[in-house]
């Protein structure tokens, strides 16, 4: 995702939005150059790429620019983006441009979802039209490129009674593949009871869940140190939202739900152990979330990231923490992502054909797990 907003609103700068044609200086760990394998024994899916649709874009903007329009990082972001033409060309794209750029670099199909800060950030009342006709415009892409494209649906959290509704008719009318969430909703999560109807229709739905980062509600500390996306609050607000799903109890209650993160599970995978033995902090503890009754989790924290919780590697071609994660989590649980177009980039790509794991886990890693989380 895009990097850095003030928290006025106004633009620090956005990083890593243009295809590889225009360079970049290899800082760091970045990969090192490489040849992309044309003849892999493998189909590539990548399982987090972005798009959006003109009437999003112009709802959103509209809404930020009202006299009524609320102090919502999220909405502000919006902006930023609509402001980029070169991002807008490649996010509206589903056609010519994108599978151009799914051919330079390897990619078989993407898993389309529709971009931060989606339609949960525009005027109350139009999130839902806006994510019927997102879902509609995404079947047809999937429709005229059944080999190229399959597509999580969106809803909007704020009319509960609607999300439920388009889920169901994204699963079952549209084929869609899952759905996709742009975590916070001014400054609201998907754990607390009066969304827990969503929950129950993904489950009943068999809809994996992915939450996608967003800016974060308390955005000032972020923006004022440069940290408000990629490198701070975007992983920041996924970490709160997963873990309050795991503590809300919704996973024992709806023991089919899934969800998917990215990111290589902003570092979530890593603190597995301390999150085991920090558990009673919020275990057990009556009054969270508004004063609801304790939750007492069935399992450790741990068991749900390696029972209920997939997540991509999104943005970090890094082999020893990919490694890392399918140690941890199990082979069946991490899935490739780009990030397109936010993140492009042929030797990203070179770095996971030589990846030192099994053909096995490799064949999962990059095909075969996208197909059994999202039923491809």
């Known amino acids: 995702m895009a990097d850095q907003l003030k928290s006025d609103g106004s633009v620090l700068g956005l990083s890593g939005l243009l295809p590889e044609r225009t360079p970049r200086k290899r800082v760091g760990m970045a990969p090192s150059p490489g040849e992309i394998d044309r003849n892999p024994p493998y189909k590539r899916i990548a399982t987090e790429e972005a798009w959006t649709f003109p009437d999003l874009v112009k709802a959103q903007v509209a809404y930020a620019e009202s006299a009524d329009a609320p102090d919502d990082p999220s909405l502000r972001m919006g902006t930023m983006f609509a402001g980029n033409a070169p991002l807008q060309e490649m996010l509206q794209d589903l056609g010519d441009l994108r599978l151009s750029h799914m051919d330079d670099y390897g990619i078989d199909r993407q898993l389309l979802l529709l971009t931060s800060p989606g339609v949960q950030v525009v005027r109350p009342g139009d999130g839902t039209a806006l994510a019927r006709e997102a879902n509609d415009i995404a079947a047809e892409a999937c429709r005229n490129h059944p080999d190229r494209f399959s597509a999580c649906l969106a809803f909007d959290p704020r009319d509960v009674a609607g999300s439920v509704k388009e889920i169901e008719r994204g699963m079952k009318e549209l084929d869609l593949a899952g759905a996709v969430l742009n975590s916070h909703f001014q400054g609201r999560y998907i754990d607390e009871p009066d969304y827990e109807p969503i929950i129950e229709a993904l489950a009943a739905n068999d809809a994996a869940l992915y939450i996608h980062p967003t800016a974060p509600w308390f955005s000032k500390?972020?923006?004022?140190?440069?940290?408000?996306?990629?490198?701070?609050?975007?992983?920041?607000?996924?970490w709160i939202h997963t873990l309050g799903i795991v503590f809300s109890g919704l996973f024992d209650k709806y023991p089919d739900f899934r969800l998917v993160i990215g990111h290589l599970g902003e570092c979530l995978p890593l603190h597995l152990y301390r999150f085991d033995w920090m558990q009673n902090n919020a275990d057990g503890i009556p009054g969270m979330r508004g004063g609801q009754p304790a939750v007492t989790l069935k399992h450790p924290v741990s068991h749900y990231f390696r029972n209920n919780i997939w997540i991509t590697t999104s943005g970090v071609?890094?082999?020893?923490?990919?490694?890392?994660?399918?140690q941890e989590m199990g082979a069946d649980r991490v899935l490739y992502a780009m990030d397109y177009p936010y993140q492009q980039s042929s030797d990203e790509v070179a770095a996971y054909d030589r990846m030192d794991i099994s053909d096995a886990d490799k064949l999962k890693l990059m095909q075969t797990n996208a197909e059994a989380v999202f039923r491809l």
């Open 221 to 238: 500390p972020y923006g004022d140190r440069g940290f408000f996306g990629a490198l701070g609050g975007f992983p920041h607000d996924v």
């Open 317 to 326: 071609g890094y082999e020893p923490a990919v490694k890392f994660c399918m």
